[in-house]
């Protein structure tokens, strides 16, 4: 289970970074840094599943364990978005409703 720690750990700071970009007033290149990490998140995630599977977890455990992982990035991206400003959607749990509707 080290990979898929050390997985779920760096996670939190791409969906920091994620946050960060929402946070920020430039829509555009929110969404293109969502797109690109993303993007390159799958790789990771399939690593992660590849990894468990030659440890010799089924391959449907492999991937519920690479998928939680990556639930870690919405909770940095998140935190972020709480801490340095509002966001474009809002986040699960918010009390407080955003200023407009959620559009990309
Ligand atoms: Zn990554």
Request: aromatic share 4%; net charge neutral; charged share 10%.
């Amino acid at each position: 289970m080290e990979v898929p720690m050390r997985h779920a750990l760096h996670n939190l700071p791409e969906g920091l970074a994620v946050g960060v970009g929402f946070a920020a007033p430039d829509l555009g290149n929110a969404v293109s840094l969502m797109t690109g990490i993303g993007i390159q998140n799958m790789p990771e995630g399939l690593v992660v599943a590849i990894a468990l599977v030659a440890a010799g977890r089924t391959r449907a455990r492999a991937f519920a364990i690479a998928l939680l992982t990556g639930l870690v990035e919405p909770v940095g991206g998140c935190s972020a978005v709480r801490r340095w400003g509002w966001p474009a959607c809002s986040c699960p749990g918010d009390s407080v409703a955003p200023p407009a509707p959620c559009s990309l």
